[in-house]
């Protein structure tokens, strides 16, 4: 149990201040003069005197526990959707206590019912057991987060003076991308499938044709004469055909661009960082059920921070606690840096998948004579958010001559991002653009085209 920490500071409560104020009537009962201005400062000389008593009784009789409290959470916290809080407290003292409860979330943290009046019964009432508050908390945003100490106020035994008492539970949090948007985006289906060009006609036993062996069975009518396995065919007196499945252990990497173009904040109040991150994990999730290598670079004006790839759903772990850390600097981002890194690390062929933004010209020039040269080793993919409010503005009729001014300048955004896309598709990368909410699901879609395709 936490020892507690009581301040010597004296706060009046309401029933005191009033009390107080009674006094003032004693001058016009007793028809003012000297008398009534002596009765006046003699009530609230008692009245701060019995205040006086009750700050000092308030915590009498608990020893070094008054008050135990324990604060409960689900870890690591899921970023911009309501978490729920609980603190659990226990009484020590003999009387039932009064307390004004304050807990301190982290700041940047929405929060709702963290502050409550509350009774506890005292620990010589029988059958009592912890009294439970629970609220709720928004983080708005990933990352290491702190929890303060919990504040207490007591109430003293006559309803006269609170008494502040601190509860050291300090703590730091985790707070990680929304997992059920990842888990939606990430789960491989037919409906995904089916909006891939040139998957490929789905196996009867529901595969995906690749070039990696996976079994025989009987020649059934509709099948591709040219996956008759021979051989077995002449040894077993009837057709049979070979089946295929999508290659494993291949490899996938993710750069992350953590500079200034993915800082900018979308309407919900997430950045694109944000959701870059959340397209990130999605696509690694995808990719590890699939059984293929996943790993990330994160960059900005230096690499930061990578990830080496590694097979199998346990690597998702590491992988999480990297990217939930990625924060949004006011820097420019070093393609150059994060291409050479991959380069050194990565000989055979893998997927690429670059996560950044497309809208200034300067650094899309970059973006592309270096794609360009990794694109004759690797399949190279750009993913980025498309802006609706942008696009809205860029063709909106103007009112007014601010409005003509935001219009103009949204269109050049927007040209410069098309055409940029425009660029790295005739140079062979492919571009995802896709909206904030959309795209995890596009990302993880463009990964089993390539899959489907065998282009690795």
Request: net charge positive; glycine share 8%; aromatic share 6%.
């Amino acid at each position: 149990m936490p020892a507690r920490y009581a301040s010597v500071v004296f706060i009046p409560s309401t029933r005191a201040i009033w009390l107080v104020a009674l006094g003032l009537a004693w001058p016009l009962v007793l028809g003012g003069g000297r008398d009534g201005l002596v009765a006046m400062l003699a009530w609230d000389a008692m009245v701060l005197l019995l205040a006086m008593v009750d700050h000092a009784r308030a915590l009498r009789g608990a020893g070094d526990r008054l008050v135990s409290a324990e604060r409960r959470m689900r870890v690591p916290l899921t970023a911009f959707v309501p978490n729920r809080v609980s603190l659990g407290l226990r009484s020590w003292a003999a009387r039932s206590l009064r307390l004004a409860l304050a807990d301190a979330p982290p700041p940047g943290f929405e929060s709702d019912g963290h502050r409550r009046l509350l009774t506890i019964p005292g620990a010589l009432v029988p059958d009592t057991g912890e009294a439970v508050v629970e609220y709720v908390v928004t983080p708005r945003s990933r990352g290491r987060h702190a929890f303060g100490d919990l504040h207490l106020r007591v109430l003293g035994p006559l309803g006269l003076a609170w008494r502040p008492v601190r509860l050291p539970m300090a703590r730091e949090v985790a707070v990680y991308p929304e997992s059920r948007a990842v888990a939606a985006a990430s789960v491989p289906d037919a409906g995904v499938m089916a909006m891939v060009p040139d998957a490929g006609r789905a196996a009867r036993a529901g595969r995906v044709e690749g070039r990696e062996f996976a079994a025989l069975r009987h020649y059934l009518a509709g099948d591709d004469i040219r996956s008759i396995d021979w051989k077995a065919t002449a040894r077993r007196g009837w057709p049979v055909v070979r089946e295929w499945q999508p290659e494993r252990n291949q490899t996938v990497w993710m750069l992350i661009d953590c500079g200034r173009h993915l800082g900018a904040r979308l309407g919900d109040g997430r950045t694109k960082l944000d959701r870059a991150v959340e397209a990130a994990l999605a696509l690694a999730r995808s990719v590890a059920e699939r059984g293929d290598r996943i790993g990330a670079i994160l960059f900005g004006a230096e690499v930061e921070r990578v990830v080496p790839p590694e097979a199998g759903t346990t690597r998702l772990g590491p992988l999480a606690r990297a990217l939930y850390l990625a924060k949004a600097r006011p820097v420019e981002a070093d393609y150059g840096a994060a291409f050479d890194e991959l380069l050194a690390r990565q000989r055979r062929r893998a997927l690429v998948v670059v996560f950044t933004e497309l809208s200034d010209p300067d650094t899309t020039a970059l973006l592309l004579s270096r794609a360009e040269l990794l694109r004759r080793r690797h399949v190279v993919a750009v993913a980025a958010i498309s802006d609706a409010d942008l696009v809205e503005v860029a063709t909106a009729r103007p009112a007014t001559e601010p409005a003509a001014l935001a219009r103009a300048a949204a269109e050049r955004i927007v040209e410069e991002r098309d055409g940029a896309a425009r660029r790295l598709a005739a140079a062979g990368v492919a571009v995802i653009a896709a909206s904030a909410e959309s795209l995890s699901a596009a990302v993880v879609t463009r990964y089993a085209a390539v899959k489907a395709r065998g282009a690795l």
